[in-house]
Nanobody, 123 residues
């Protein structure tokens, strides 16, 4: 599976961005897709995930009520709508594919990764 992420940029605190991640290749192997982020000097952090077949979503507490993960199955595209952005949300955001569905918050479970897109939130 190949993943192409886009949509990052520079935004002021309180603003919004929508990230997209287009998947191609062995789409049939996708069980779930997720978004992770990595700030400078920090580990990968789970942001949100979606079960590809059912659309059930999961997110970390720090983004609940602000970020929404969704997918467009016909377009094989994953989205992350980010509202009320804060400077702490500044990071490189990665989309990833999980062929299983066990520990979706664990980056090590994911099998394919996109190239990352930078999100910078200024105060």
């Amino acid at each position: 599976v190949q993943l192409q992420a886009s949509g990052g940029g520079l935004v002021q605190a309180g603003g919004s961005l929508r990230l997209s991640c287009a998947a191609s290749g062995s789409i049939f192997s996708i069980n779930a897709m997720g978004w992770f982020r990595q700030a400078p000097g920090k580990e990968y952090e789970f942001v949100a995930a979606i079960r590809w077949s059912t659309g059930n979503t999961y997110s970390t507490d720090s983004v609940k009520g602000r970020f929404t993960i969704s997918r467009d199955k016909p377009k094989n595209t994953l989205y992350l709508q980010m509202n009320s952005l804060k400077p702490d949300d500044t990071a490189v955001y990665y989309c990833a594919v999980d062929k299983e569905f066990a520990t979706i918050w664990n980056a090590n479970e994911y099998d394919y990764w996109g190239q990352g897109t930078q999100v910078t939130v200024s105060s």
